[in-house]
Each structure stands twice: as structure tokens, then as C-alpha cells.
């Protein structure tokens, strides 16, 4: 995404939809389309600006897309409304985009994304109550081997039935709240156990757990998987990996953890199911996170 000045003061928003102009940041009106645009622009004041954002993926796959939008959105409002300096770290970054965006949607919104998005590489987050600052804490699995076996392992499936409100996002928080917490337990060590197998190059125990901590969602809510996802996940043999459904699941993407010597046929597997190779990937860890780049020159207006 850009964030460019104006000879005017103006704003002009340019999306995947097209370009719109307005003669100010209180014309943007607050729908789903430009609820995080406003967010930024608000928070920091900004007018006079060419905002443009065109995804490379379809929304509500699960990806976190929002979340990595908000984050580029706040982090470019910074370096504008701030430059030549910058005040934002990563981390208060990703905080900040993931309270602004938290403070928008109509349902839940999680931390890992902007996290993810802001930090990049492969990591294990550890949880703090909102009162601790930063409320997380980062182990870092950026391990160059490691990050290489999974761009051979990994696959990724969009299908064209997009979640809505965050998918199963909103239910788990309230069974999260209300409900006793062994499923969430037994997910956290999970996914720790999960984490330490990658790391240990144990790629058969990660497949596993990947495999278990998708079980105990499916197991209690079943309509995690759409009857595409529960192809797609079925379509990878236990001999050949494991599948999950992406984000808040409920439709959306498909990933996969699978043997590289396993890949190209679950692929062409996966292909037939969805009916266009172009929306099955071999996704590559982004080693580097958040990049900004400042171009120009600053003057008093």
C-alpha cells in the first residue's frame, strides 16, 4: 500500500472496488469498505492524502488480511504524519492497529494478525493480560532451516466460499467466556507442542499436533469445515500431512503441512476440488515482516 501527499486537501481512497475522492476525512463514510481507512486517517488527523490499497487476495479467506491492512494503514499514517522520523516500533504498531481495528468490527478481533504482519518470519506467541505492556511475548522460530522446509511444505487452497464476520471467531470467544476451558487448554498446548516439534526439525510430531488441534475444533463445531474445506482437508492422507482451515474458518482458505515429497500430489488433488489451479499456492515464509520505504521531501503546509 501508498500513502501519498496531495496538492489539496482532499482524500482520495483507491481499493481493489476502484478510486473515490472526498473533500474531507469526515465525508469517508464508516462501512465495511473503508472502516479501516478511516480508523487511520482519524487517529492521526491526516487530510490532503492519496491513500491506495488493492489486495492480491480475495477477502474473507481467513489470512489475516485485515489485520495486515490495518497494520500497513497505521504504520504508513506514522511515517507520513511523522516524517522524516517515525515514532512507531512493530510492536506498538501492531498494537495500535489491532485496537483501532478492534474499536471498528462488528465482531472479535484477534492480536496474532497484526502481530504476524508487523514481525513476519515464523513465531510462537505467548499471552499476557491486557494490563501488561506489550500484552505478548515473542518466541522466535526464524530459524533459516526451519523456515526452508516449510516453503517446501507448505500448501494453500482459496476456495470461493468467503467467511463473513470473522467466521467462527465470535463463537469461540463466547465459549472461550463461558464455557469450561479444556478445549482451549488442550489447544494452547497444542499448538506449543506444535511449535517446539518444528523446531526440533521433528516434522512428523508437528503433523500430528497440526492434525490434533484441528480435531478439537471440528469435534466441537463441526461447521468449522464447509463441505469444500472438509474435501480439501480429506484429500491429504495421514502417510501425507495435515490440513486446517485458516483464521475464524467457516469457509475461506485451506492450509496444509505436508511431506514435500507428498506435495505435488496433494496439489493436484486440491486443484481438481477447487477448479482452479490458480487459487492452489506453495506459500513462502516472509522472512523480513513489515517494510517501510519514505520517499520525498518535507514542507510546511
Request: aromatic content about 6%.
Amino acid at each position: 500500500m501508498t500513502l501519498a501527499a496531495r496538492i489539496d486537501n482532499r482524500v482520495e481512497i483507491i481499493d481493489e472496488m476502484g478510486g473515490e475522492l472526498f473533500d474531507s476525512p469526515d465525508e469517508v463514510p464508516h462501512n465495511p469498505r473503508y472502516r479501516l481507512f478511516v480508523a487511520a486517517l482519524s487517529h492521526f488527523g491526516l487530510t490532503g492524502v492519496t491513500v491506495r490499497m488493492v489486495p492480491s487476495l480475495p477477502p474473507g479467506m481467513g489470512l489475516g488480511g485485515s489485520g495486515a491492512a490495518m497494520v500497513a494503514l497505521v504504520t504508513a499514517a506514522d511515517a507520513f504524519a511523522n516524517f522524516p522520523h517515525r515514532s512507531l516500533t512493530r510492536s506498538a504498531g501492531a498494537l495500535l492497529a489491532h485496537r483501532l481495528e478492534a474499536a471498528t468490527s462488528p465482531t472479535p478481533v484477534g492480536l496474532q494478525d497484526h502481530l504476524a504482519a508487523a514481525f513476519g518470519g515464523v513465531s510462537l506467541w505467548n499471552w499476557h493480560p491486557p494490563s501488561r505492556e506489550p500484552p505478548f511475548e515473542r518466541s522466535e522460530l526464524t530459524d533459516p532451516a526451519l523456515c526452508a522446509q516449510l516453503d517446501r511444505r507448505l500448501l494453500l487452497a482459496l476456495t470461493d466460499e468467503a467467511h463473513s464476520d470473522g467466521g467462527m471467531t465470535a463463537v469461540w470467544v463466547r465459549s472461550a467466556r463461558k464455557e469450561p476451558a479444556r478445549v482451549w487448554l488442550e489447544s494452547a498446548l497444542v499448538t506449543r507442542a506444535f511449535g517446539v516439534s518444528m523446531s526440533l526439525d521433528d516434522w512428523r510430531d508437528a503433523t500430528e499436533h497440526l492434525r490434533r488441534e484441528c480435531r478439537l475444533r471440528l469435534d466441537r463445531w463441526p461447521e468449522t469445515l464447509t463441505p469444500v474445506g472438509h474435501a480439501l482437508a480429506g484429500a491429504v492422507t495421514p502417510e501425507a500431512g495435515a490440513a486446517r482451515f485458516c483464521g475464524g474458518g467457516a469457509g475461506g482458505a485451506v492450509w496444509a503441512l505436508v511431506d514435500p515429497r507428498c506435495r505435488d500430489d496433494v496439489r493436484a488433488r486440491w486443484h481438481r476440488i477447487v477448479g482452479d489451479e490458480s487459487r492452489v499456492f506453495t506459500p513462502k515464509v516472509d522472512r523480513e515482516g513489515l517494510v517501510v520505504r519514505c520517499r520525498g521531501q518535507w514542507t510546511s503546509r
